[in-house]
Structure formats: C-alpha cells, structure tokens
C-alpha cells in the first residue's frame, strides 16, 4: 500500500524497456483525408507519456485506434505486444480509459456507474469499488445521481472507472479537465504514483505546463505526423534564449542582427531583447555587447518551455509543421 | 483525491469481458433506468380502462348469463390480448431505443468496447436484455389479464360458474395469440434496433420507430385507394408485404376459427365462425399462415442483418 501523501518524495518513474503501447506506420483516412499519416510511437513500461499536438492533429483519433473503437485503414497498435485489431479482447481488458469527456450514465449513481463497468468485466468486487471511489475522493458523493456531480467530479469519476480494472496501461484523454488546482495537484500525485508501480500512463493534453510537470517522455503529432518524441528535458534542453536589458535596446538589437547567431533576435514590447548567443554562451554575449558599446543592465537565460516547443513545432498551431 | 491510498490488494486479475459480463451489465443499466418501469406499467393502461368501459355496459351481465356467455369471454380475453400486443410495442420501441441509443448518445459505448467488449458482441447482449426484459410485462400482463377478467366476470355476472362456459379450445388459441404477440414483439424490438443502429441516436430511433408502423397501416389505405381508381389488384397486392398489416392479422391466420354462439334480433341465438381479434390494417389479399410468418421472418432477417452489419463495420466515433 502506497500512501498518497508521500508521493511527492517519489521518482518520477520506473520506466522499463518493454514496450506497453506501440504504433506502426499507423494509417487512419476519412475519404481522401488522412486523419493520422503513418504515426510511429513507443510507449514502454512505467512511463508517464504525454502525446500532444494541435486541435485536429490526430490524437483522439490516435487514441481511438489504439483502444479499438476505430479500425485502423492500415498500420498496426499493439498493446503489451499483441495487435489490437487482432487480439482485442485479450489486451483491452488491460487497459484502463478515459477518452475526452467522461462519459457516464448520469441517470445512476456514481457508485451504480462502478457496479455497471465492474458487472461487464467481471470479477470486481465491492471493496476494489469503495477503494477506486476514496481513490478519486468521491466516497461521500457515491450514493447521488451523476447528474448532480460537477464536471471536476464526472471527471474524477471518469478516472475511477478507467482504475477499476488495475490497468496496466491507463490513457487519459484531457484527464486535467473540469479539476480545480487542488484537484490537479491530487491527479498529477495519483499519475506519479500509478507508475511508479510500474502501470505505464499516457496523457493526451493541453495543458503543456501540466504535462511538462508531469510527464517523462512526449510526443507531439501535427497533421497526423509525428513531428517529435523525446523526453521533455531532451526537448527544452538547447532551445532556450537570452533575455538582455540594455539603454538602448533598438541599437542593441541591430548589432546582434548582423551576427549570424543573432539573426532571429527581436524585441519585445517591453524593450528586452530576446537573443542567442555567440556559440550558445551567455559570456560571449556580454563581450560582444560591451565590445559593441552597449553595458548591459541584465542578461538572463530563459529556458524553453514545453509550450514554447510545441508552438515552436507546431507553428503556433495553425497547422503547418516547421 | 487526497486522503486516499492506492492498493493493488484488492485489485482484480486481469479480467476478460464474456458475454454473460455484458448480460448482467446491461441488465444492471436497463433496471436502472425509470423509463424502464413507468414504460412498463403505463403500457398496461388501456386493459384496465377497457374492463371498465365493460363493466359501465348494461348488457354485460345479459351477456355473462346468455347461452353465449363463453364466446363473449373468449373475445374479451382476445381485445385484452390485442391491447396488450399493441401498448407492448410502444414500450419496448422506446426501451430497444433508449437501451441501444443510449450508449451512443452519452459516448458511454466507448467504455464498454475499449475494454474489449466486441460491438456485435454488445449489441447482442443489448437484444438479449431487451427481450428479457419485454417477457416480464407480457408475463405480468397475461397474469392481470386473467386475474381481471376473472374478477371483472365474477363481479358482473354474480358467479365464477360464467367461465366454465369457454371454449374447449380456449387455452390453445390463447397460447397461440399469445405466440403472435411474441412474433410481434421480436419484429418490433428489431425495427427499433436497426432504427437506432443507423440514426445512432434516440431521437431518430425513437422517431423512425414510431412512424414505422403508422406509416405502413396508413401506407396501406393508400394502396387500397390506388387499387380503387387503377383497378388494378398490384396495388392491393402489395399490402400483403407490409410489416404493420402482416402483424395485425396475424392472429386472425394463426388461431383457428372458433364458432360463436350470437343472439339474433328476434331474441334467437345463431352459431357464427369468427377469425381472432385483430387491430388495425389488414393486407387487402388473402394469403395463409405460411406467406405471414415467411415475409415477417425476412423483415426480421432485414432489421437485424442491418442492425448487426452496420455494427460490425462502422467506428464508434461517439
């Protein structure tokens, strides 16, 4: 037993290096329109996998595919190494799901929509029920219709099913939605917990921060291609910019522009400077500006956020993939 | 979230969904659901207003103590039975429609398939529950049938001795009639299902179902309208290929003739030979048992080859 509270002090992740989850030249058209374009993913044992991507870009119809509810027009999804399509009945029962909205029966209990799921799959006992629904802290509100339920609490009921199975592999659709910070905080415990046991977690979201906070590998699709997967430090990591500060920041800024590393620099509204630096050091970036006769008040280096690579990536979303 | 403890103590072992599974999920929904109930007994209404509107007729108890006191009854029993196959429908189109519709429209098919339920393998669990639970109104229905009608009979006539007058072939016409409503409640659940199936929703299954059948009795007055004035008998021919009239007569070619004994004008009684109590459009064309229980059958085939084909190849997109 594992108690919540001290999960804070918990790794990340057990990540192994068997594959949970695994997509291959993964082919979804709708007529002529490709919905996801030969999508190649590796999810392994342990980890907490963020796939991200603009609205449209082919996650949920990923997802879709991967639990079944669509058939692949070609390519294959195997969960812990058997094929989907194949072999449904077999590996779905080990995967646990909660895709965009929670879907539940609102006309019944929190409690009755458990018992529903639990009656289908077989074998869940009343005990497993009460400990999903403390799980998701919704013991007290079981016994009242979910239509009464707000939506952080149809979403934590959402979750509750997704767990009542033990999965091995659980996928989260937007598992942040409807929860208040607290709420988000007690997900992102449960997320860290739950493979710290070794289940393997994979979280479509867009919330980059959260995913960014939680998560050990992403990947980010756009136009149903797969434009990255790499762990998010190995994303952030080289990527960042200088901030600099100096009296004259538009003087500044066309000195660095004739550099051939300070091309891209530009200047915000509040007069700083955004730039690189000469051979990616902030030290040479102080001497080309004092050596240039600007001193500067301030040099900082940003890192970049998860946010700025997939805007980076995806082109401020708009579709087009840089 | 906070206070709570994650155990794999009591976590179950890897669990696979079996049709049983489904059985007894579906069913745990469907008991859930009011519609379910009120559905039910409000489908039994018009039995106990007919026995009323009996009981209020002065000639009622002229008709339990005549010499055709057991014919009477016999047709009693049948409206009751005719009432029952009629309000039956309208409850299991809306308890077809809302236990397969349901799922579509609150997304809640993508929990049940994304833990390996198969979709035909649902959508069979669905029919099988809807047919469960349509055998226990009849059942409930049968038993009231009788119970009222004895009371009713009872109490108008004075004496219970009034049913010793029924037909030899009571029973056995009854179960009959009692067969046809069965026929007639598979056809119905069928309709319905194909019709949610396509629509993927309850408002078009719930309106595609119930204008089925008004649209094929009054397709057939139309047909018979055109046979008027064409003169030709293709027309009336037709009639004798649509569900709804098929279903309405089917009684009246299923259960045997049985003689009737009437009173005359001049205070006389004659024996008549009368067909089963039926309701609604009749097809214009005389065809036997066989042609009825044939051309049903293939409706049948046609509703559930849609149901289950449409099913097996679409993507659950909801």
New interface residues.
């Given amino acids: ?5 001290s999960t804070a002090a918990m790794p990340r992740a057990r990540a192994s290096s068997e594959t949970v989850l695994r997509t291959r030249d993964l082919v979804k058209r709708y007529g002529e329109r490709p919905a996801v374009n030969g999508l190649n993913l590796d999810v392994r044992r342990g980890e907490i996998f963020g796939f991200l991507g603009p609205n449209g870009a082919g996650k949920t119809t990923t997802i ?1 595919m991967a ?5 692949p027009t070609s390519g294959s999804v195997e969960i812990l190494g058997q094929d989907v399509v194949v072999h ?8 646990g ?1 909660l ?3 929670p ?6 209990s929190g409690r ?1 929509n458990l ?3 639990g ?7 009343n ?2 029920i009460e ?1 999903v629904l ?4 919704l013991a007290a509100r079981q016994k009242d219709r979910v239509r009464t339920y707000s939506l952080g609490m149809k979403q ?1 009921l959402g979750v509750a ?1 997704a767990l009542l ?2 999965p091995d592999l659980l996928v989260l659709d937007e598992p942040a939605n409807g929860l208040d910070p ?2 988000i905080v ?2 992102r ?2 997320l860290r ?2 493979a710290a ?1 070794g289940k393997t977690v994979f979280i479509s979201s867009h919330v980059l921060a959260e995913v960014q906070q939680i998560c050990t590998r992403v990947a980010i699709i756009n136009l149903g291609r797969l434009v990255t997967e790499s762990t998010v430090e190995g994303l952030t990591r080289g990527h960042g910019e200088f901030i600099v500060r100096v009296e004259n920041p538009t003087a500044a800024l066309a000195q660095i522009q004739r550099q051939p590393w300070g091309a891209q620099a530009k200047l915000d509204g509040d007069g700083v400077i955004h730039t690189a630096a000469p051979n990616g050091q902030g030290r040479y970036l102080t001497r080309f500006l004092v050596e240039a006769g600007f001193y500067p008040d301030q040099i900082t280096y940003q890192e970049e956020s998860l946010e700025d690579v997939f805007l980076r990536l995806t082109n401020g979303s708009n579709g087009e993939v840089r | 979230m906070a206070s709570a403890t994650l155990t794999t103590a009591s976590a179950p072992e890897t669990l696979k969904p079996s049709f049983l599974g489904v059985l007894r999920g579906e069913w745990f929904k469907a008991l859930h659901q009011r519609l379910t109930w009120i559905g039910a007994v409000l489908a039994y209404g018009p039995v106990p207003v007919y026995l009323l509107f009996l009981v209020a007729t002065p000639s009622v108890k002229t008709a339990l103590l005549g010499s055709y006191a057991g014919s009477y009854l016999n047709t009693v029993v049948q409206r009751e039975l005719t009432l029952n196959r009629v309000f039956i429908g309208f409850f299991l189109m809306a308890l077809t429609v809302s236990v397969i519709g349901m799922d579509y429209q609150q997304g809640t098919i993508r929990i049940v398939l994304s833990r390996g339920v198969g979709r035909v393998q649902l959508l069979a669990a669905k029919l099988v529950t809807i047919l469960g639970l349509a055998l226990i109104p009849l059942v409930s229905y049968l038993l009231l049938d009788f119970l009222l009608t004895y009371g009713v009979g009872t109490a108008a006539a004075g004496t219970s001795r009034v049913f010793n007058a029924l037909p030899t072939s009571f029973w056995s016409d009854t179960w009959l009639y009692v067969g046809t409503i069965l026929i007639s409640m598979v056809a119905t659940i069928l309709m319905a299902a194909a019709a949610t199936v396509i629509g993927r929703s309850m408002q078009f299954g719930m309106a595609v179902a119930l204008l089925f059948f008004p649209a094929d009795n009054i397709g057939n007055t139309f047909l018979a309208l055109i046979a008027g004035f064409t003169h030709q008998q293709f027309w009336a021919n037709i009639s004798a290929y649509l569900l709804g009239p098929l279903l309405n007569s089917l009684p009246a070619v299923l259960v045997p003739l049985h003689t009737m004994t009437v009173p005359t004008k001049e205070g006389g009684v004659r024996t008549v030979q009368v067909a089963a109590e039926t309701l609604g459009a009749s097809p214009f064309v005389s065809y036997d048992a066989t042609h009825y229980l044939v051309m049903i059958l293939l409706y049948c085939l046609v509703f559930a080859g849609l149901a289950f084909g449409l099913t097996w190849r679409r993507d659950v997109l909801e």
Avoid: F
Wanted: aromatic fraction near 2%; charge should be negative; proline fraction near 2%.
């Fill in positions: 037993m594992i108690d919540m509270q879709r639990l079944g509810l669509i058939t449904r009945d077999k590996v779905l029962p080990r995967v799901a895709i965009e909205q879907a539940l029966h609102l006309y019944m009755d018992r529903a799921v009656a289908i799959l077989g074998g869940v006992s005990q497993r400990e403390s799980l998701v802290g934590r099913i199975n033990d607290a709420g007690e997900m415990d449960l917990q739950l046991q």
